[in-house]
C-alpha cells in the first residue's frame, strides 16, 4: 500500500509542477458556468420580448389594448412600441420584435356596434414563446367583446350610432350601466365562490436559481475533463519506459494504478469540496448532504477514470487515444446533462442522457443536494459504479501487463 501511495503522491508533485494543465482542466468548466450564468442571470429567467402596435385606430378602444400588455406578468414580458405600419413592418421584418399587432381603423365603432372587425398579428418566426403568448391574449380579446355586446349591446350601439341621443337615452343608459355594476358586485363582493389553497406538500425552491440548476453539471463537466486527462498520462509513461521498467521492480502495477486513482480522487475531493461549499450558498445544504455529495463526486470521478482507461490503453496509438477520448467526452458531456441541465433539454434528449453513465450519475447528485436523495437508491448507484469499476481496473491491469508496458 506503501508503493500506491508514493505513485500518488508522485502524480500530484507532478501537477504542481505544472499548474496550467490542472488550471485547464478546472477551469474550463468554471467559465462555462460564468458564461451560462451570465446569459441566463441568476434567478427565475422570465423571457423578454417586444410587442410592436400599430395603432389606425385612435380611439378610446384600441389605447386599451397596450395597456394589457403592461400589467402583471405579461409587463415583465413585453416591452410595449408604438410604431407606424411601415416601421413596425420593417422592425419585425428584421427580428426587433416578438410580434406585431395591427389595429384597423374602425375597430373601436365594431366594437360599440358589434360589427366584424379584424386585428392582425405579425410574429416572428425566430422566437417560438413569446409570439404564442402574444397571439393567445389577443385571442381572448373576442370573448371579451361577445360578453359586452351580450350584457350592454343595445345601450352600446345606441350610444354609437352616431347621432346626438336624447339626454333620457343617456340617462337610461347610465343608469342601466350602474344596474349592471351593481348585479355583478354581488358576485365580487362578496365572492360568491371563494377559493381557499392548502399546502399540501412545500416545493423545493432549490431548483428556482438557475445558478443551482447548473451547479451539478458543471461541477460533472469539471469530472469529465479531469478524468480525460489523467487517462493521457499512461501514454507518455509507456513512451518514456516507466511502466517497462516498473515490470522489473518489485513495485505492483495494480499498485501503480490505485495511486493513479487515489491522486484524482484527492483531486477531484478538492474541486468538488469547492462546488459544494458554492452550492450551499446557493441552495439549503446541509451538512450530511454535502459530504454526501463530496464522496458520490469522487466515487463517479474514479469509476468514470477507470472505464476511460479502459479505452485509452486498447487504443491503437497515443494519438488514436487522444481522439477516441475526445470523440466519447463530448457527447457524453453534451447528453449526460454537463453542458446544459437536464431541466433544459427537450423531454426525448433528457430521456437519453439519463442513461449515459455521467447523466445517472449527475441526475442522483442533483438528488443529493437537493435533499432528495434515497438512500437505499444512492446506495444502489454506488455499487454498480463501485461494480463497474472494478471490472474496468482488472482488465486494465491485465492489458497493462500482457501487453501495454512494453
Request: with cysteine; charged share 15%; proline share 5%.
Amino acid at each position: 500500500m506503501r508503493f500506491a501511495w508514493a505513485s500518488a503522491l508522485k502524480d500530484l508533485r507532478q501537477l504542481r509542477r505544472d499548474p496550467v494543465v490542472l488550471g485547464v482542466w478546472l477551469g474550463f468548466p468554471a467559465i462555462v458556468c460564468a458564461m451560462l450564468l451570465f446569459l441566463f442571470g441568476r434567478g427565475d429567467t422570465t423571457p423578454q420580448g417586444k410587442l410592436l402596435i400599430v395603432d389606425e385606430e385612435g380611439s378610446l378602444i384600441s389605447s386599451q389594448l397596450p395597456g394589457a400588455f403592461s400589467q402583471g406578468e405579461l409587463g415583465r414580458m413585453f416591452t410595449v412600441e408604438k410604431v407606424t405600419r411601415r416601421d413596425g413592418q420593417a422592425k419585425i421584418a428584421r427580428g426587433d420584435g416578438s410580434a406585431l399587432l395591427v389595429i384597423p381603423k374602425g375597430f373601436g365603432d365594431a366594437v360599440f356596434q358589434g360589427t366584424p372587425s379584424r386585428l392582425r398579428l405579425v410574429t416572428n418566426p425566430a422566437q417560438s414563446i413569446l409570439p404564442q403568448i402574444a397571439g393567445e391574449t389577443i385571442s381572448m380579446l373576442p370573448e371579451a367583446v361577445f360578453y359586452i355586446q351580450a350584457l350592454a349591446g343595445d345601450r352600446l350601439r345606441t350610444l354609437a350610432s352616431g347621432t346626438q341621443p336624447p339626454d333620457q337615452v343617456v340617462a337610461e343608459a347610465s343608469v342601466a350601466f350602474n344596474r349592471l355594476g351593481t348585479q355583478l358586485s354581488g358576485f365580487l363582493d362578496p365572492r360568491r365562490i371563494d377559493l381557499q389553497t392548502v399546502v399540501t406538500e412545500t416545493s423545493s425552491t432549490n431548483t428556482s436559481n438557475i445558478g443551482a440548476v447548473f451547479i451539478p453539471s458543471m461541477l460533472f463537466l469539471t469530472v469529465l475533463f479531469l478524468a480525460a486527462g489523467f487517462t493521457g498520462e499512461i501514454w507518455k509513461e509507456r513512451r518514456q519506459a516507466v511502466l517497462r521498467r516498473l515490470l522489473t521492480t518489485p513495485g505492483r502495477l495494480e499498485l501503480f494504478l490505485a495511486g493513479r486513482a487515489l491522486s484524482l480522487g484527492i483531486v477531484l475531493a478538492v474541486a468538488s469540496t469547492g462546488a459544494v461549499l458554492t452550492a450551499r450558498l446557493k441552495l439549503t445544504v446541509d451538512a450530511p448532504a454535502a459530504i454526501s455529495a463530496v464522496l458520490f463526486t469522487v466515487l463517479c470521478g474514479v469509476s468514470l477514470y477507470m472505464l476511460l482507461q479502459l479505452l485509452v490503453v486498447y487504443a491503437p496509438g497515443e494519438r488514436a487515444a487522444h481522439v477516441l477520448t475526445n470523440l466519447l467526452l463530448f457527447p457524453l458531456a453534451i447528453l449526460g446533462g454537463s453542458f446544459f441541465p437536464f431541466e433544459m433539454m427537450p423531454q426525448w434528449m433528457a430521456s437519453i442522457g439519463r442513461m449515459t453513465p455521467n447523466g445517472w450519475a449527475v441526475a442522483e447528485l442533483g438528488a443529493i443536494l437537493a435533499g432528495k436523495s434515497n438512500p437505499a437508491d444512492a446506495m444502489l448507484v454506488s455499487l454498480r459504479l463501485l461494480g463497474l469499476a472494478a471490472i474496468a481496473f482488472l482488465v486494465v491491469t491485465r492489458r497493462l501487463r500482457k501487453g501495454f508496458a512494453l
